[in-house]
């Protein structure tokens, strides 16, 4: 069965850092998410990404925040400066769209220290 | 604001019980209803879903309820299983799968063998 997947499966790393976070989501899908998960909690959007730019965003997804498709296989997330709070589980996604539901990666957990 | 509400947090069944989990919602232009399982170290992972043209559905031993009037939908799990031990988001989205998720907080569930 298809996967979406995503690397590295953990990552530290230091506060003001910066992070990119990696995914490959299935080949014939056409849309793209970006969702956190801190620990125990629910899972929260972040991003939707269709046609080469971003659909929606939410209220976390501020400037330090950034998407890319740089080719045909890859999305990625970018955090220019990690915090302390953005320590979570970082899950990628991908549909088709149309009536199919969301295929969800494994996961990246990233600490910040 | 919390748009799905979930309850309860935690549940604890004995083997071949019956699981109920239950959602609520505001947003009365959701129009897609889907529950996911998510095991520990990993991604949510689609399980059933429902739109609001039917009040039931079913996949095996998984059920999805729904109750438009009362914008309510739930999860029931019949003969449950120790395998069954996840826990389990409820979500819901409007217009399309395209767009974003709203989780409820999760319920987290243990089946006793």
């Known amino acids: 069965e298809p996967e979406v997947t995503q690397t590295p499966s953990h990552q530290v790393t230091q506060m003001g850092q910066e992070v990119i976070l990696r995914c490959v989501p299935i080949?014939?899908?056409?849309?793209f998410y970006w969702y956190r998960q801190i620990l125990g909690q629910k899972v929260e959007f972040l991003v939707s990404?269709?046609?080469?730019?971003?659909?929606?965003k939410s209220e976390i997804f501020d400037d330090q925040f950034s998407v890319e498709r740089p080719d045909g296989s890859n999305f990625t997330l970018k955090i220019r400066s990690t915090k302390l709070e953005d320590s979570a589980m970082y899950f990628c996604?991908?549909?088709?769209?149309?009536?199919?539901?969301?295929?969800f990666g494994s996961g990246t957990r990233l600490t910040v220290v | 604001q919390q748009q799905v509400k979930q309850s309860p947090q935690s549940l604890i069944v004995q083997k071949g019980g019956i699981s109920i989990i239950n959602c609520a919602y505001e947003?009365?232009?959701?129009?897609?209803f889907p529950w996911y399982q998510q095991f520990p170290g990993k991604g949510p992972a689609l399980l059933i879903a429902?739109?609001?043209?039917?009040s039931e559905k079913k996949e095996g031993r998984f059920t999805i309820s729904f109750n438009k009037s009362a914008k309510q939908f739930s999860l029931h799990i019949m003969d449950s299983q120790p395998g069954d031990s996840a826990t389990y988001f409820c979500?819901?989205?409007?217009?399309?799968?395209?767009?974003?998720?709203?989780f409820g907080r999760g319920t987290q569930l243990t089946v006793w063998p």
């Open positions: 429902i739109r609001p043209d039917v």
């Open positions: 990404f269709y046609n080469n730019e971003i659909s929606e």
């Open positions: 080949s014939n899908h056409l849309y």
């Open positions: 996604a991908s549909s088709q769209g149309g009536n199919y539901g969301y295929t």
């Open positions: 979500a819901a989205n409007g217009g399309s799968t395209l767009g974003r998720l709203y």
């Open positions: 947003n009365t232009a959701f129009d897609y």
